[in-house]
């Protein structure tokens, strides 16, 4: 059972803070996916000059942001790599969680394909290393583009839950040891001024 509507409403940089742990399920064709969340930032358009709608700026590109929370925000950088997003607080309000970093925890066979087009078990010990640990490599790694771009709060191919054992996949005893989350700044936030210095990076210790 994916999380409620209603946790995407709140405080961005508090929901930034509640996804470590949970697990992104990733659906598409007869593939289920699934991820642990392990790093996040957080995006707040009314005050953040790192935000893509900061001051409310509303174009093509970030009209996705003022639409109801839990809405997929997927958006292209370099031209190349597609970031994940959800898109927080009430309608209306421009904000998001970038999904930063994931520990696979099923369907790593698929993953591996997805990202390197090879068998996990062929993977060398730097493509394990450097497997999910970034916003492109997680989008590589879970078959997820811009044709996912708005989708809507509650659609199976994108949903996000609090245990594993909520949509019939096995659980890791190592996942319940309690979460020892760090912050920092930003990574690639340093033309953004004073929001720069934000300590909206989230993450677990590895």
Same mark, same amino acid.
């Given at each position: ?27 598409? *064709? ?21 935000? =893509?709608?900061? =001051? ?44 930063? *970093? ?85 990574? *690639? ?18």
């Amino acid at each position: 059972m994916a999380l409620a509507q209603e946790f995407f409403a709140g405080d961005t940089v508090k929901i930034a803070r509640s996804l470590l742990g949970k697990y992104l399920i990733r659906r598409y *064709g007869e593939t289920v996916l699934a991820v642990r969340i392990t790093e996040t930032e957080a995006y707040v358009g009314r005050m953040d000059k790192a935000c =893509h709608a900061y =001051h409310y700026r509303k174009t093509e590109r970030t009209k996705v942001l003022y639409a109801p929370p839990g809405t997929a925000y997927v958006y292209l950088i370099y031209g190349l790599h597609c970031c994940l997003n959800f898109v927080t607080e009430p309608e209306g309000e421009p904000a998001a969680v970038l999904i930063r *970093g994931v520990e696979p925890r099923y369907g790593l066979s698929h993953m591996a394909y997805n990202r390197f087009g090879r068998e996990a078990e062929a993977l060398t010990a730097y493509q394990r290393k450097n497997f999910l640990n970034g916003p492109g490599k997680v989008c590589a790694g879970l078959k997820i583009d811009r044709s996912l771009n708005g989708l809507p709060f509650g659609s199976p191919e994108l949903e996000v839950c609090g245990s594993l054992s909520e949509v019939g996949l096995p659980e890791f005893p190592e996942d319940r040891q309690p979460l020892e989350i760090r912050v920092s700044k930003r990574i *690639g936030s340093d033309y953004a001024e004073e929001a720069a210095d934000f300590l909206w990076r989230l993450y677990l210790e590895p």
